[in-house]
Nanobody, 121 residues
Framework: QVQLVESGGGSVQAGGSLRLSCAAW????????MGWFRQAPGKEREGVAS???????IYADSVKDRFTISKDNAKSTLYLQMNSLKTEDTAMYYC???????????????WGQGTQVTVSS
């Protein structure tokens, strides 16, 4: 059974940084795309960043040059380094696996429970 568990969320002031982690169990970690998504209250879930098995990445325009997605295959862990955070980055952040190099939520099969990120001004 595939399990994804996010951590690292919290409250931070605008301009600050956070690093999210997603620990994965239950499948051969290396061979699949993974991604980070977020959902703010009253809004649809949106793609933030995605990474494939070769390390190729894509980012939403709203987070380019501020967020970095990476993975540690030995630890079966996905990361999202978030710098220069803005109030509009406030959302529940979700890790997803078994997808394609895409920012479309429908491209991914498995999801974690999410970790809340709150950015205050």
């Amino acid at each position: 059974q595939v399990q994804l568990v996010e951590s690292g969320g919290g409250s931070v002031q605008a301009g600050g940084s956070l690093r999210l982690s997603c620990a994965a169990w239950g499948y051969t970690y290396r061979g699949y795309c993974m991604g980070w998504f977020r959902q703010a209250p009253g809004k649809e879930r949106e793609g933030v960043a995605s990474i494939d098995s070769h390390g190729s990445t894509i980012y939403a325009d709203s987070v380019k040059d501020r967020f970095t997605i990476s993975k540690d295959n030995a630890k079966s862990t996905l990361y999202l380094q978030m710098n220069s955070l803005k109030t509009e980055d406030t959302a529940m952040y979700y890790c997803a696996a078994f997808g394609s190099l895409s920012l479309a939520p429908g491209s991914f099969r498995y999801w974690g429970q999410g970790t809340q990120v709150t950015v205050s001004s």
